[in-house]
């Protein structure tokens, strides 16, 4: 029997109280068949409504309580556990909102995504015929069915592999060089608390990388010298970065710290040779305190400079696996032309560069497009051109592009937000690249604009899950489509 100190949400009476406003508390023994598509297990509860307990696996007996309104239930204990059930590597896994599949092999973690993807694209019958080829071709559904049917899908509890979806990976835990914490009441830094906004004080986090937990660590001991200080009003939230050419911290102060409390900061940081800046407020730039600012990671050998406190990719492996990939999958000749969307400061703008015959990257931050410019001059690479723009309003870029090269692109890499490119797609089929090669971060924004590619006639060759954040229920794609 799994008891539910790993698992519970550790709702406390008052919560339970307040939701038994909405209906009243029962306790339910329940039969897992399925998981949703954040990883939660789906159960029929006593009039055979669909209930959702967090922390278990379809095939599993658990017992659960809280109103049977449709919220996620506190998992009590369970009875009958299945072979892919594991010890949770972290001792705060279900009360730290940080992860949420930490009590799944990391095998099985990867087969339940490669199985979410492959539902998700099913519901695209233009797709899934071309995907799946033995598949039977499904009724065309309309846009707003297909939206309907991806919010409410539910998985099997079969977590069998999909061979046409591939998998990258990093290790599972020790890849994260980039985390925004929060301060808990007791002075400790953390993650926001499962279900909830509250911040959970952590001594440690095992999926930091090393130099990032010994960062951590130091940071909480500082606090814990000074238990006289409300951290939380002195500090909004920190910043942690292992990046080159030492680990770094940003520090996001909203009342002045203490000179005593800051000299000791400063100490710290100094004998371990890390880094340490703050920002006064919001609107403000950030303030070196030990160390520069001057920060950069690496891609191909090619160190690529960046502003702390904007977007890098947090998994440096996965990262430098991705870009790989990218460039396998492209396998440029060396006369292409590539238009780069959303580049950011060149993470595969640089790289695409040394393969093709000339590149375009568009980034709606002129910062960024200036610092992807200066790597571009560092590094001597010349047949790449980065310039700002807006790709949520694509009106008036095309006239932009075409001063910069006479040619239309052979080939577009969008690298969106979780958003998606809705607002670059009418642009993008007026372009008509011959190949595009989509890096998605949020599978229902990828199925949106993967359906208006296919209705164009793009045709999906390859696919692939990359596991960017692994123990989570994050899922992000690397897709690449041809023109039909």
Known sequence: MVRSSHFSRLKTAKSLRQKSKEGEVQHVALHITGLDEHGQG??????????????????????????????????????????????????????????????????????????????????????????????????????????????????????????????????????????????????????????????????????????????????????????????????????????????????????NIPSAALQNIKTVFEERHWRVAVQRHKDAGFEALIGSLDSSYTINTHPIAFEPGRFIQVNTELNQAMVRQAMQWLDLQGGEQVLDLFCGVGNFTLPLAEQAGKVLGIELSQDMVEMARNNARRLGIENVEFMAANLDLADGLLPDYEQLTVNRPDVVLLDPPRAGAAGFIPTLLELSPQRILYISCHQGSLLRDLRRLGHASYRLEKLSLMDMFPNTEHVECMALLSKG
Not at 73 to 92: F, K, N, T, Y
Not at 249 to 254: G, Q
């Open 42 to 255: 789906l159960a029929k509860g006593p009039n055979q409504e669909t209930l959702k307990v967090p922390f278990v696996l379809p095939g599993e007996r658990c017992t659960a309580r809280g109103p049977l309104t449709g919220e996620p239930l506190e998992l009590l204990d369970v009875q009958e556990s299945v072979d892919q059930r594991r010890q949770p590597p972290c001792p705060e896994f279900g009360r730290c909102g940080g992860c949420q599949l930490q009590h799944i092999i990391y095998d099985e973690q990867l087969q339940f995504k490669r199985q979410r993807l492959w539902h998700g694209l099913s519901q695209l019958s233009n797709v899934q015929s071309r995907v799946k080829s033995k598949s039977k071709p499904k009724p065309k559904l309309g846009k707003k069915t297909v939206a309907k049917k991806i919010d409410r899908q539910v998985f099997p509890s079969d977590l069998a592999s999909i061979d046409d979806i591939s998998v990258l990976q990093s290790s599972e835990l020790g890849y994260r060089r980039r985390a925004r914490l929060g301060i808990s009441p007791n002075g400790q830094l953390g993650f926001r608390k499962a279900a909830s906004n509250d911040t959970l004080g952590i001594e440690n986090c095992l999926i930091l990388t090393e130099p990032l937990q010994n960062l951590m660590q130091a940071l909480n001991s500082v606090l814990a010298s000074f238990p006289e200080l409300d951290w939380r009003s002195h500090l909004g939230h920190v910043e942690l970065l292992d990046v080159e050419p030492s680990p770094l911290a940003l520090l996001r102060v909203v009342k």
